[in-house]
């Protein structure tokens, strides 16, 4: 049995007296697409930051390929770090660089890669998402939210890694916008064959990138199964988020932000 | 009960932590500036935003505070029918202490704060997130270039600040005040020394480590969106101005204090 490609055990995360997550485990082999689900606040994002080694987690551990992320050497997380994409909730393309540049700094700086070679790839990249040459040229700023969507996963897949990790990747954009990013990703991952970890709180992109669901309440995974289950989970909190119903066991705590 | 002794302890405490921070940032910003790889593009791009753009504000600064030197000293050494010291005074003035701290006051005002707010911006959008995931230190492509830039590009501007100052002093001796102009050059000539040149560059050279280092670490550390970035950059001025200041003070004690 080879061994899943990434792997939580027991993982907790607290900020002061907010405990964020409590105990957290999860396997997702090669080649899986997994979507984490849950409400904002719920700590998934704090989760992928653990995964990337961009925040110790107070215990637990956290495998990429056998390896644990927050134990390792900093070279050695370099190595591993080489091997993931990410794309990031706000897309966190660099507004001081062109769009290409943005999207060939991880074949520049970290593959060594000559600018040219670099940005005959970013092209073909950028190319594969829906933009333009002519785009490559601008800045990030005068750049459409979608767009900015699309260079960021342009970026991700720019050293064709293989694992790739999407925090919130349709949020803040229109119904059908966010169904071209879908699609986007969907190809994307077809393509490189690569193990994917996606957290949103939007359903729709939930149903179509993922292999498997999983949500995330309270700290924990409270239930995971094969998307085509979601619909009959047979959990309340599940059901309650699926159908966004503002009531059932899910507490909404209005108080607090 | 409010212990007035545990809030003071507390107080105490919480700026030793963040010294420790800081100076934690400083060594490890520091020794990636000379491990490789080492971005000279991004070195040549600092110096320039640094030096250049800070040549009118400094220069202004300078030439108005010379200026405004020479008429006080020569209204006071009048009383004693001593205005031939102005020159004198003027130069040691400008090059021991006024070119350094007030060009370093000012370049900290701008590229302290400039730094601040890009860093931070940088920090709550994720952006030096996003530089880790692909396999570059933040450290090394953000600060270190900026640590190097100001440290070689304050003396450049100091440089220019106390000539300009000096420049200062002589347009007001010799238009208003009615001194030689050759007789004021040579004066200065004679009083100016070598130590108070090297001194001045050094001082320079060690705000432009302040300067960048407040900035950076400012921004790096910012978290909670555009207000704390804002505080950041509050944080960063006021952070240079007091190193600055208090940084003259150990050069000056260490390099003036025994000669007199
Ligand atoms: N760097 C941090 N310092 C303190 N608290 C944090 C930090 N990052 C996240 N949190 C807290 O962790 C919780 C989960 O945040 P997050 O993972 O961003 O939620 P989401 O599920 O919406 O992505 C929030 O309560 C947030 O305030
Ligand atoms: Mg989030």
């Known amino acids: 049995m080879t061994p899943p490609m990434i792997e939580l055990k027991n993982v907790k995360k607290s900020f002061g007296n907010n405990i964020v997550l409590q105990d957290i485990n999860l396997k997702i082999a090669k080649g899986q697409s997994l979507v984490i689900i849950g409400g904002s606040g719920s700590g998934k994002s704090v989760m992928l930051k653990c995964l990337l080694g961009l925040m110790a987690p107070d215990s637990g551990q956290l495998l990429i390929s056998g390896k644990d992320i927050a134990k390792i050497s900093a070279s050695d997380r370099k190595q591993v770090l080489k091997k993931i994409g990410m794309l ?6 660099f507004d001081s660089l062109k769009v290409w540049q943005n999207v060939a700094f ?29 785009v490559a040229e601008l800045s990030p700023a005068e750049l459409s939210g979608g767009m900015q969507k699309r260079v960021g996963l342009a970026r991700a897949i720019a050293t064709e890694p293989e694992i790739i990790f999407f925090d919130e990747p349709t949020t803040g954009l229109d119904p059908i916008m966010a169904d071209v990013i879908n699609d986007l990703i969907v190809e994307c991952v077809q393509d490189l064959g690569a193990t994917t970890l996606t957290i949103t709180h939007d359903m729709a992109s939930a149903r179509k990138i993922a292999d498997r669901i999983a949500m995330l309440y309270e700290g924990r995974i409270i239930w995971e199964g094969a998307k085509t289950h979601i619909n009959n989970s047979g959990n309340a909190y599940v059901d309650q988020f699926i159908h966004g119903n503002a009531q059932g066991p899910i507490q909404m705590d209005t108080a607090k932000s | 009960m409010i212990n007035p002794l545990a809030i003071i302890g507390r107080t105490i405490l919480d700026g030793l932590g963040e010294l420790g921070r800081l100076f934690r940032f400083a060594a490890i910003a520091t020794s ?43 209204v006071g050494g009048s009383r004693f029918n001593a205005e031939s010291v102005v020159p004198g005074v003027v130069v040691i003035a400008i090059v021991r202490e006024l070119g350094p701290v007030l ?38 492509y953000l600060v270190a270039p900026r640590l190097v830039a100001a440290v070689f590009t304050l003396p450049l501007l100091v440089l220019v600040a106390n000539v300009i100052g000096v420049l ?48 950076s670490y400012h921004g790096y550390n910012s978290r909670g969106g555009a207000q704390g970035v804002g505080k950041a950059t509050t944080n960063a001025v006021v952070s240079a101005f007091i190193a600055i200041l208090f940084t003259n003070l150990i050069i000056t004690v260490i390099v003036f204090g025994v000669t007199g």
């Open chain 2, 168 to 215: 200062g002093g002589f347009l007001i001796g010799t238009e208003r005040l009615g001194l030689n102009g050759a007789t004021y050059l040579q004066v200065t000539a004679e009083f100016l020394e070598a130590a108070d040149i090297y001194s001045s560059l050094v001082k320079a050279a060690v705000f432009g480590f302040f300067i960048a280092l407040m900035g």
């Open chain 1, 106 to 134: 991880g074949l520049i700086q970290g593959q060594g890669l000559d600018k040219i070679t670099a940005k005959k790839i970013a092209l073909e990249k950028l190319r594969r998402v829906g933009l333009s040459p002519d």
């Open chain 2, 32 to 74: 990636h500036i000379v491990r490789p790889p080492i971005y000279w593009r991004l070195i040549g791009q600092q110096m320039w935003l640094i030096g250049y753009n800070s040549l009118p504000v400094v220069g202004l600064t300078a030439l108005f505070t010379g200026a405004a030197l020479a008429q006080q000293i020569f």
């Open chain 1, 88 to 93: 990031f909730q706000s897309a966190a393309l």
């Open chain 2, 103 to 140: 060009g370093g006051l000012m370049v900290a005002g701008r590229v302290s704060s400039a730094m601040a707010a890009e860093l931070g911006t940088m920090r709550v959008t994720e952006q030096i997130d996003a530089l880790v995931t692909l396999s570059t230190d933040p450290f090394k």
